[in-house]
């Protein structure tokens, strides 16, 4: 059982390029989560998915987009990356038949944009 | 609306001492609470929880937290620190699927 993992760890980005994070999870979550997070400010949630197929805007949405074709995977667009994007991304699962509200985070992927 | 306040954005305490973080939230029903920990480098694990019942509630790594509605907070304790637990500390209030999440403490621990 792998849990949450997240591909790829590390990234380098030039203003203006575009990329995208992979976030994969085995536990059967239906919901998923992209949170950013900056020094200072704790995690904001970017996008989230109830379900495969169903993405929503979280708190800081603007320049990402999100995907959910598969209900094991969640993927973050950047379209055109900017300085401000500069950030650790983390990936979260989390499931309604249990009862805890408890969140799993995959371990992070640290993007630097020039 | 949901917030989350931890009001100390670092804290440095002697290994052995005790530790006191505190957390206040703001949240209209029965809030679902957490306290997570990071390591430099790491993702979030998950230290304690609060849901209902008993408003002390234990956690690994010796940790613990008190529920206080009167107050809306939610501080977490550990009776003596270690060097290891020098982390970045994240309290945390859920209603229902989304959760929010303090800016954090950041723990320095000094021999």
């Known amino acids: 059982n792998a849990g949450v993992t997240q591909t790829p760890k590390f990234r380098v980005l030039k203003t203006g390029q575009s990329m995208t994070l992979l976030c994969a999870q085995d536990m059967n979550h239906e919901y998923m989560y992209w949170y950013r997070q900056d020094p200072g400010m704790g995690l904001r949630l970017i996008h989230y998915s109830v379900g495969e197929g169903t993405t929503a805007k979280g708190e800081v949405p603007d320049g990402y987009n999100v995907s959910r074709l598969k209900k094991q995977n969640f993927l973050l667009g950047l379209e055109s990356a900017a300085p401000s994007q500069t950030s650790v991304y983390f990936c979260?699962?989390?499931?309604?038949?249990?009862?805890?509200?408890?969140?799993?985070f995959g371990p992070g992927t640290r993007l630097t944009v020039t | 609306a949901q917030s989350v306040t931890q009001p100390d954005i670092h804290i440095t305490v002697s290994e052995g001492a005790s530790l006191e973080l505190r957390c206040n939230y703001s949240?209209?029903?029965?809030?679902?609470l957490f306290w997570y920990v990071q390591s430099p480098g790491q993702g979030l694990q998950l230290l304690l929880k609060?849901?209902?019942?008993?408003?002390l509630v234990q956690g690994i790594k010796g940790f613990e937290a008190e529920f206080k509605r009167s107050q809306s907070s939610f501080n977490l304790r550990k009776p003596s620190v270690h060097w290891s637990d020098a982390a970045e500390y994240f309290c945390?209030?859920?209603?229902?699927?989304?959760?929010?999440f303090g800016a954090g403490t950041r723990l320095f621990v000094k021999a």
């Open positions: 979260a699962s989390y499931s309604t038949s249990g009862t805890t509200y408890e969140q799993y």
């Open positions: 609060y849901f209902s019942g008993d408003t």
């Open positions: 949240y209209g029903a029965t809030p679902y």
């Open positions: 945390a209030v859920t209603g229902g699927f989304k959760t929010i």
